[in-house]
């Protein structure tokens, strides 16, 4: 487990002048720092105005006293403090070189997020949380060299919120990227998540990875079809997340009868239908 501590403001705080600058500033001079593995940042006071790529850069500035923190997750707020879509993100193309013994990173926001040429030996988990991602993260992430990497946890979410792709974004991600060590691969919070099922069984990781994470999204019957005939196939895969979803209570059951794995089908959702239009909503965009 790390030791970790939690930096955030409240409304107050950023009423009386509190900002990622003062953040900065309060982190380096807290004397717990030296004996802290995990910097948790939440709402640096105005998150849905300003960026945090002050307290970005103010890490790779003083990279020494960072130098053993190994998880750092980055925008950890809820909607009452500041909605996802809208946490304005940052530059973390400098952060890599910076930061060789970090594990962990967690994104919360995509607005201006910017990952760049994203080369690590040591970080086995890389995941971002938002309402829509964007096709030049995707990029990023297909095209980095990241050796280690274990967990690989994304929220695709939609396009009203970020997310400019479509399902051949997907595949190119699954087929273009190279993480031999990949074990966790969670393709999740996508309005497209029938479709994710499907070409996740065309990767090259499906015969690797122990758990899948499709959850949060608008998986139907139809994607659920498909792993009950294709997961019998793969025995490496231990674990199936689908928490939040649209299916049915039969194919529920179908997937939880499944030999070998554990399947989650907590959290199941109905449709909306509005003047003969059914709708399907992923878990989180807004």
Known sequence: MY???????????????KN????????????????????????WGDAWEDSCQ????????????????KSLYVGDMDFESCEVSWIIQADYSKLWGAMPQLEKIVIKGSSDLTLGTVEHENLKHLEIICGGLPTDVFAAIQNAKLPSLQTLLLYIGIDDYGFDGDIST?????AKSDFPNLTYLGLTDSEIQDDVAEVVFGSKYI???????LS???????????LLEKLPEYPNIKALNLEYHFLSESMMEKLEDLSGVEVNVDDQQE????????????????
Do not use: C, W
Request: proline fraction near 3%; avoid cysteine.
């Open 207 to 213: 015969s690797q990875i122990t758990t899948l994470d």
């Open 170 to 174: 997907i595949k190119d991600l699954l």
């Open 271 to 286: 449709a909306d239908e509005y003047d003969g239009e059914v709708y399907y909503y992923p878990m989180l965009t807004e």
């Open 216 to 226: 949060m999204g608008t998986l139907t019957d139809k994607g659920g079809q498909v």
């Open 20 to 43: 990622a600058e003062t953040m900065l500033e309060e982190i380096l001079s807290d004397p717990e720092l030296p004996e802290l593995d995990e910097i948790v940042i939440g709402n």
């Open 3 to 17: 030791k970790s501590k939690l930096f955030h403001y409240t409304y107050d705080d950023y009423d009386n002048g």
């Open 54 to 69: 002050k307290l970005i850069d103010g890490i790779v500035e003083n990279k020494e006293k960072f130098s053993r923190i």
